[in-house]
């Protein structure tokens, strides 16, 4: 199934294996554009412009549920399998329980607009372990960016800001981490992507060469790739 967000408030579902591009489900409600949108095992979460976040069935369409809380347009979501984490242009990123509904927890402390959202979890294998910094006992890290040109790494455990991010000249447009989740990657309208470190919160390195802002990039085990507008 490939599922699509529109301005035109809906979300559409189609099926990927036929001949013929058939629309197998639309999904109303929202009163709003929709700003993001994420599968989710049998389901399908959408953020709008009209400060929710909807649940849908994929099978039968029906909204399952509305997350409400945040005071201004939806910018992003993620989902793992037990919370939903979403920012928006509220200041703010909020975590969600996937299943009631409830707001979790509430990241405040940007001054402008939040847009980009990674998640790093904790696991018990250290060596692989993305989010082994242990500030005062925190372990799960969600990192953010935002217009008012710095990311922040907070604790999932408590709300806390654990670190800031300064040096970029303009909007935080979208991030990544390397394999182990030790290294942040930031791309900003600056015309820069810049590396930093997690635990320690000081930049590494920056790559210029772009004319314009950056709005997406990868990391693979090699490169780095981004792409500018």
Sequence with gaps: VLATGSEDKTARLWSTK?????????????????????????????????????????????CMFIYKGHNSLINRIIC???????SSYDRTSRCWDFDTGECIRVFAGHKRGVYPLIFLPSDDDEEFNPSSFDWEGCKDILITGSSDF???????????????????????????????GKILFTGSTDHSVRSWSIAKGEMLKVFEGHQASIICMTVSTFHLIGCYH
């Excluded at 793992?80 to 979403?86: G, K, N, Y």
């Design 18 to 62: 036929t001949s013929i591009c058939e629309c197998i489900g639309i999904l109303k409600g929202h009163e709003d554009y929709i700003n993001c949108i994420v599968v989710e095992d049998v389901f399908v979460l959408t953020g709008s412009a009209d400060k929710t976040i909807r649940k849908w069935d994929i099978s039968t369409c029906d």
């Design 80 to 86: 793992t399998e037990d919370f939903i984490f979403s």
């Design 150 to 180: 710095t990311a922040k790494a907070w604790s999932f455990e408590t709300g806390k800001c654990l670190q800031t991010f300064k040096g970029h000249n303009g909007p935080i447009t979208c991030m990544a981490t390397d394999s182990l």
